[in-house]
């Protein structure tokens, strides 16, 4: 089946530096991924969609000037939480539809876990 | 998008059938009926989807309402690697890539040895 990938699976950083964290379809293509933030014991939030060629959209209430988010090609979306403070301290997730039979299908990363200290 | 309503936590004995149930009132004629499951510290992964009929695959069955105003999630037999939460959603039959998921609070599966 396909497969979703994140890198890093976890990071620790500083107060006030940003962290980037990667999201790769490996082996089919995705013209829009997903990316969404769980905490400890809650439900994974949908932050915001990434499209190929365009500007991402946002839910409501997500700082798109914090967590910038790229979709540099058909397989990679990037999400980048500049100046990370504690509070941004989460698990990390993203996802890309399947395609042609998949379709139906959401493949959901591993997950990145970012502690910031 | 429509709601699902499912228990916040279930219990169930190693190697016994689960069933876990799902509540969609409010479904509409094009909406599909999807499970994901997340497991312990990783991403969720898709279970199983049906539209009106029963379905089953090599993870689990699911049991869908005549009226469709429920569903049941049905693990024949469950081992300890199945304790995870499981998701109910509900996806419009259009599927385009930016058919996006919203997840609701999931049931928590415990599994005694």
């Known amino acids: 089946g396909a497969v979703v990938s994140q890198h890093p699976s976890w990071v620790i950083c500083k107060s006030g530096t940003s962290v980037k964290i990667e999201c790769r379809s490996l082996d089919f293509q995705a013209t829009t991924m997903f990316w969404y933030r769980q905490f400890p014991k809650q439900s994974l939030m949908l932050m915001a969609t990434?499209?190929?060629?365009?500007?991402?959209?946002?839910e409501q209430g997500v700082e798109k000037d914090k967590f910038l988010i790229n979709h540099a090609s058909l397989t990679l979306s990037t999400l980048t939480v500049t100046s990370a403070h504690p509070e941004d301290s989460s698990f990390y997730i993203c996802?890309?539809?399947?395609?042609?039979?998949?379709?139906?299908?959401?493949?959901f990363g591993p997950g990145t876990r970012l502690l910031v200290l | 998008d429509a709601k699902t309503t499912q228990p916040n936590s279930m219990e169930s004995n190693e190697e016994e059938p689960v069933h876990l149930p799902c509540n969609h009132s409010t479904i509409s004629g094009t909406d599909y009926i999807h499970w994901y499951r997340q497991l312990p510290s990783q991403g969720p992964e898709y279970v199983i989807h049906?539209?009106?009929s029963n379905v089953n695959n090599r993870m689990a069955s699911l049991a869908i309402a005549e009226d469709r105003k429920s569903s049941t999630l049905i693990l024949h037999r469950a081992t300890l690697r199945d304790a995870a939460v499981y998701y109910c959603?509900?996806?419009?039959?259009?599927?385009?890539?930016?058919?996006?998921?919203?997840f609701g609070s999931g049931t928590r599966l415990s599994i005694r040895p």
């Open positions: 996802s890309a539809p399947g395609t042609g039979g998949s379709r139906k299908t959401q493949y």
């Open positions: 049906g539209l009106t």
């Open positions: 990434s499209n190929e060629g365009s500007k991402a959209t946002y």
């Open positions: 959603i509900l996806r419009d039959g259009g599927y385009s890539s930016a058919s996006k998921i919203i």
